[in-house]
């Protein structure tokens, strides 16, 4: 399963949907904590030297927090990896998905979000107007590799986001303070295209969980 997993994120590839196992899914977690808690201590010794400060989700109201654990994995895995499987309804529940991340973020004030949030929606908009006249679904498969590692290191860069300070030092580092989310985004990727959404989304809940409580013990 771990050389699937690695083999898969070099070089991404169609595959055939199956049902995942708890087994399975423990060693996905051990893989992840494995591979992050370095990358953890790395971003946030940068993060220290480049007088950064990270936003940390268990400073926020009780709302807040349960929206860091639930309504945040959900959201994005909507956003960053639904679509890697084009359909309406997909792209139906992206759009609305977009539109309500935007909208939680002004609520939240998050703004740099709201930036993100609405060039990937423009984004989206452009790529299926510029290829209305053919399926989107053939060429997304076709070139589903640029895809799946853009959406993973995306989807981690947008997390630099958390941090705030000097814009140009987070835009500089983004790559090592964002690491760990990226590696986390190859490997939804890898669980979603696979096993299905479902499966990332609480991969996902149960990795910010994860989070939540390393934070709690500190």
């Known amino acids: 399963m771990i050389n699937n997993l690695f083999r898969f994120i070099v070089n991404p590839y169609i595959p055939t949907w199956r049902k995942t196992?708890?087994?399975?899914?423990?060693?996905?977690?051990?893989?992840?904590?494995?591979?992050?808690?370095?990358?953890?201590?790395?971003?946030?010794?940068?993060?220290?030297?480049?007088?950064?400060?990270?936003?940390?989700?268990?400073?926020?109201?009780?709302?807040?927090?349960?929206?860091g654990v639930f309504v945040g994995p959900i959201l994005?895995?909507?956003?960053?990896?639904?679509?890697?499987k084009w359909t309406k309804r997909n792209i139906y529940i992206l759009i609305a998905t977009f539109l309500l991340f935007v909208g939680l973020s002004f609520f939240h004030h998050q703004f740099q979000?709201?930036?993100?949030?609405?060039?990937?929606?423009?984004?989206?908009?452009?790529?299926?107007?510029?290829?209305?006249?053919?399926?989107?679904?053939p060429f997304i498969n076709n070139h589903f590799k640029y895809f799946y590692w853009g959406s993973s290191i995306v989807f981690g860069l947008v997390h630099a986001s958390n941090f705030i300070g000097n814009i140009w030092y987070l835009i500089g580092f983004s790559f090592i303070l964002a690491s760990p989310q990226i590696i986390g985004g190859f490997i939804l990727g890898y669980i979603r295209m696979n096993n299905g959404l479902r499966y990332s989304i609480l991969f996902h809940i149960l990795v910010n969980s994860y989070l939540l409580l390393s934070l709690l013990h500190k």
Request: proline share 1%; hydrophobic share 60%; no cysteine.
């Open 76 to 84: 994005e895995e909507i956003i960053f990896r639904s679509w890697l």
């Open 21 to 67: 196992s708890l087994k399975e899914f423990i060693r996905l977690l051990f893989v992840y904590v494995l591979l992050t808690i370095p990358l953890i201590i790395l971003s946030g010794f940068v993060a220290k030297a480049l007088r950064v400060t990270h936003v940390e989700f268990t400073k926020g109201s009780t709302l807040m927090i349960l929206y």
């Open 113 to 137: 979000q709201i930036y993100i949030m609405l060039f990937l929606l423009l984004l989206v908009v452009i790529l299926t107007y510029l290829l209305k006249n053919i399926k989107v679904e």
